[in-house]
T-cell receptor
Framework: AQSVTQLDSQVPVFEEAPVELRCNYS??????LFWYVQYPNQGLQLLLK??????LVKGINGFEAEFNKSQTSFHLRKPSVHISDTAEYFC????????????FGSGTQLTVLP | NAGVTQTPKFQVLKTGQSMTLQCAQD?????MSWYRQDPGMGLRLIHY???????DQGEVPNGYNVSRSTTEDFPLRLLSAAPSQTSVYFC?????????????FGPGTRLTVL
């Protein structure tokens, strides 16, 4: 079974500073990778996804992620965060050959401080 | 286009009571699913459906039932609520059964079992 590890449960960062949220997955086969964001008291929405091709994926709100197959990682980055980026971020993986849904990591709470 | 809707938003039950969480989508998506979200554990799949009349178990199905009589609706039933079922429940849908499609989440139902 696939698993996803988000190494940091909480990441505080000052406004306009860069941030990296780490994600590692365990799979020896091809996978699809996703980052979702959950704002307070809301459902999840897609930030970006990697299916194939270029390993650098750009998403909404200035976020990007880099797929690294050798390190089985898919870290999320933003060069300059805003207060409005405060939210919980989830990394997820799916198996292209399976009808089952996503396997999520435990989440990283990003708090942007003024 | 309302997307994925869930009712109720909040619910308090006593141990042993039953209830149904409602989920509907108006995007004509074949694939629907239910997740529960617990602190530090991310989202865990309860049940999913690949189309009307077809359902299957996810990672944590015990204590929950589902049915899919129409493409639009996918209710989740708790037959005899237990305190361990206190959680936030999310319904999601996506276009196809492959792993590449974006999932769309509802706003969630916050359930407390006393």
């Amino acid at each position: 079974a696939q698993s996803v590890t988000q190494l940091d449960s909480q990441v505080p960062v000052f406004e306009e500073a860069p941030v990296e949220l780490r994600c590692n997955y365990s799979s020896s086969v091809s996978v699809y990778l996703f980052w979702y964001v959950q704002y307070p008291n809301q459902g999840l929405q897609l930030l970006l996804k990697y299916l194939s091709g270029s390993t650098l994926v750009k998403g909404i709100n200035g976020f990007e992620a880099e797929f690294n197959k050798s390190q089985t990682s898919f870290h999320l980055r933003k060069p300059s965060v805003h207060i409005s980026d405060t939210a919980e971020y989830f990394c997820a993986v799916s198996d292209p050959g399976s009808a089952r849904q996503l396997t999520f990591g435990s989440g990283t709470q990003l708090t942007v401080l003024p | 286009n309302a997307g994925v809707t869930q009712t109720p938003k909040f619910q308090v039950l006593k141990t042993g009571q039953s209830m149904t969480l409602q989920c509907a989508q108006d995007m004509n998506h074949e694939y629907m699913s239910w997740y529960r979200q617990d602190p530090g554990m991310g989202l865990r799949l309860i049940h999913y459906s690949v189309g009307a009349g077809i359902t299957d178990q996810g990672e944590v199905p015990n204590g929950y039932n589902v049915s899919r009589s129409t493409t639009e609706d996918f209710p989740l039933r708790l037959l005899s609520a237990a305190p361990s079922q206190t959680s936030v429940y999310f319904c999601a849908s996506r276009t196809g059964t492959g792993g590449a499609d974006t999932q769309y989440f509802g706003p969630g139902t916050r359930l407390t079992v006393l």
